[in-house]
């Protein structure tokens, strides 16, 4: 590769949901400029998973009654007090009537999403990508089931501060597999830690009223100055003279 092996290159992060229906699989592709915090910083914590998943489920559940949702073990991702919160909240406020929410078991860590990431990483490697344009045609290209998903179609929303007041943290959450909640127990969470191990009852609610608001939405905080720059004098000389401006834009003046 030459010099452009040590130059930070314009960095893109992928979310991906599979929804098993269609079947087709979104994958979210954040731009470091599109993420809730600077300079591509913020996207794995509950306001980007819940904001992406929220998309996921106000465009393609249809108004499902039942839903199963399958995640990897991940702890400040896909497995919080925020996540459980927000999937109450849908039950509480007519939503779906059940969930069931299943993490991975250690050892057992592929999922259909991966099989997704690698269809995607076999094109990836062979082609020339210098522009988000040129990334989504990627990821159409590689598999029949992939589908890109380009902010803003989704909104960023500040559902940490939102759901805080309204549910309570599980004590030894990590332990967990498997999380179901359904309208006939408004509240209870009923968690295992394997199959057919004990069921344990958790109500999650603090008492406070849950309502239909939505959060506040955020706004992406950009690149800083000397990310702007540093692009500009160092990876911008690489690209195709088409591309430049669009992926390496000259800083503004000061």
Known sequence: MGPIYFATLRKVQI???RIDGYPRQ???LVDENETIGQDGTQTHGPNAVISMLDYVLDEYS???PKI???ADNCPGQNKNRYLLGYLMWRILTGRQDSIEYLMQVPGHAKCLVDAGFGHLKKLYRRSNIETMDQLGDVVRLSSATNQEVRYPAWQWADWKSYLTP???SVHGIRKYQSFSMTIDEPGVVTMQTGKNTPEVKVNIC???RVNDDRPTTLQP???S???VEYQYKNVRKYLNPVNMDITCPQPAPR
Request: proline share 0%; net charge positive; no cysteine.
């Open 221 to 223: 905080k950009g690149q």
């Open 166 to 168: 309204m549910f309570k």
């Open 26 to 28: 979104l994958n979210f």
């Open 225 to 227: 100055r000397q990310r």
């Open 206 to 208: 603090t008492g406070i």
């Open 15 to 17: 979310f991906g949901v």
């Open 62 to 64: 249809q108004h499902e």
């Open 68 to 70: 199963s949702l399958h």
